[in-house]
């Protein structure tokens, strides 16, 4: 069974810092390409960023970038997000996709996990 | 960046009855368009990539349809596990994908 498992959010105060982690288990973690998707309580979906099978290429939203880090560990089937300088705006549910195709609209979700950027 | 635009916001469809649901691009996206369905609390499934190809395990009452800039998701009769938020997403012109604001399908 395929499974993407997401933790580390919580609460934060504007201007912190999170580290988003997402396990996966039941397909071969190192060939799919993974991304960041969030959605704000109420909204709609965003996407965040994108990282190809092997690392080597990476892609960000304007709204994050510069901010926010995504990277992967396929020796640890893991994939990070690394969100600095956040900002209210950053509240949302956040979950991590995983998709064969680099670019190509993910087929398997995690649950997500919630960020909340308040002071 | 490509503008996805959705169509009704709400729709109220009994149980048995087929419901359309319209989401445009503001300009060629070719057939590189999914659709997802989300439930409340749920993570987002894909239901149709290549704008008409359905994912493994969705039912064939779902078929989408469309190029260019004009698609449309049909559920041919609604069952009770179908009333969600349905959204659209490009991923012809990437980075970014963008996705539309979704469609509320309710019961009437």
């Known amino acids: 069974e395929v499974q993407l498992v997401e933790s580390g959010g919580g609460l934060v105060k504007p201007g912190g810092s999170l580290r988003l982690s997402c396990a996966a288990s039941?397909?071969?973690?190192?060939?799919?390409?993974m991304n960041w998707v969030r959605q704000a309580p109420g909204k709609g979906l965003e996407w965040v960023s994108s990282?190809?099978?092997?690392?080597?290429?990476?892609y960000y939203a304007d709204s994050v970038k510069g901010r926010f880090t995504i990277s992967r560990d396929n020796a640890k089937n893991s994939l990070y997000l690394q969100m600095n300088s956040l900002r209210a705006e950053d509240t949302a549910v956040y979950y991590c996709?995983?998709?064969?195709?680099?670019?190509?609209?993910?087929?398997?979700w995690g649950q997500g996990a919630l960020v909340t950027v308040s002071s | 960046e490509i503008v996805m635009t959705q169509s009704p916001a709400t729709l109220s469809v009994s149980p048995g009855e087929r419901a359309t649901l319209s989401c445009r691009a503001s300009q060629s996206v070719s057939i590189n368009l999914a659709w997802y369905q989300q439930k409340p609390g749920q993570a987002p499934r894909l239901l149709i990539y290549?704008?008409?190809t359905r994912a493994t395990g969705i039912p064939a009452r779902f078929s989408g349809r469309g190029s260019g800039t004009e698609f449309t998701l049909t559920i041919s009769s609604l069952q009770s596990e179908d009333f969600a938020v349905y959204y659209c997403?490009?991923?012809?012109?990437?980075?970014?994908?963008?996705f539309g604001q979704g469609t509320k399908v309710d019961i009437k």
């Open positions: 290549g704008a008409s």
């Open positions: 996709a995983g998709g064969y195709s680099y670019g190509s609209p993910p087929d398997y």
């Open positions: 997403q490009q991923y012809n012109n990437w980075p970014p994908w963008t």
């Open positions: 990282i190809s099978s092997s690392s080597g290429s990476i």
């Open positions: 039941g397909f071969t973690f190192s060939s799919y390409s």
